[in-house]
T-cell receptor
Framework: DAGVIQSPRHEVTEMGQEVTLRCKLI?????LFWYRQTMMRGLELLIY????????DSGMPEDRFSAKMPNASFSTLKIQPSEPRDSAVYFCASRPGGRSGELFFGEGSRLTVL | EDKVVQSPLSLVVHEGDTVTLNCSYE??????LLWYKQEKKAPTFLFMLTSSGIEKKSGRLSSILDKKELFSILNITATQTGDSAVYLC???????????FGGGTRLMVKP
């Protein structure tokens, strides 16, 4: 099993540019979570999907952030326009249906907005 | 709002020492508590605890949950430099089926 796959691993961009982060779930998992991690705020949940449907997006900072899950195995997180304060590591995690906890994390996408 | 607080924020020990990491929580309809280890990349799963007073053990690591006092501890005995990492505690409540993470404890083990 390949695990959760995220891309890109690193992105450096300029303020105002659009950023798209991608995530491929583990086959058979039906819940997907996007987290953001910074030194100041730790791991923060941005949004999560269950069976491709967004369940809770209350953690999405503002309208500049959007997430989609066009099919059962793939999701994108888009930031448009990006700002320096968006610099963080963005993790995607998935979870099998029916389990009560364990998340499987991707390697993360480190975003730097200049 | 669910809340998870970990202490200490950071810890520096020498190889061979024993450490205890703390996690306290407030969560609606508690279901489980999880410990993760994060080195340079993604958090990796260590333990999931659902029942009070039952110790989970894996090698030199062990963890126990106290649902009455709303906390958990993670013990590492005979620490090694490879134990250096951020240890994250997370709780799962019924509300929203989401994991809420604490801020982590950064452990550094010196040779």
């Amino acid at each position: 099993d390949a695990g959760v796959i995220q891309s890109p691993r690193h992105e450096v961009t300029e303020m105002g540019q659009e950023v798209t982060l991608r995530c491929k779930l583990i086959s058979g998992h039906n819940s997907l979570f996007w987290y953001r991690q910074t030194m100041m705020r730790g791991l923060e949940l941005l949004i999560y999907f269950n069976n491709n449907v967004p369940i809770d997006d209350s953690g999405m900072p503002e309208d500049r952030f959007s997430a989609k899950m066009p099919n059962a195995s793939f999701s994108t997180l888009k930031i448009q326009p990006s700002e320096p304060r968006d610099s963080a590591v963005y993790f995607c995690a998935s979870r099998p249906g029916g389990r009560s906890g364990e998340l499987f994390f991707g390697e993360g996408s480190r975003l730097t907005v200049l | 709002e669910d809340k998870v607080v970990q202490s200490p924020l950071s810890l520096v020990v020498h190889e061979g020492d024993t450490v205890t990491l703390n996690c306290s929580y407030e969560v609606t309809n508690f279901r489980s508590l999880l410990w993760y280890k994060q080195e340079k990349k993604a958090p990796t799963f260590l333990f999931m605890l659902t029942s009070s007073g039952i110790e989970k053990k894996s090698g030199r690591l062990s963890s126990i949950l106290d649902k009455k006092e709303l906390f958990s501890i993670l013990n590492i005995t005979a620490t090694q430099t490879g134990d250096s990492a951020v240890y994250l505690c997370a709780v799962l409540g019924n509300a929203g089926n989401m994991l809420t993470f604490g801020g982590g404890t950064r452990l550094m083990v010196k040779p």
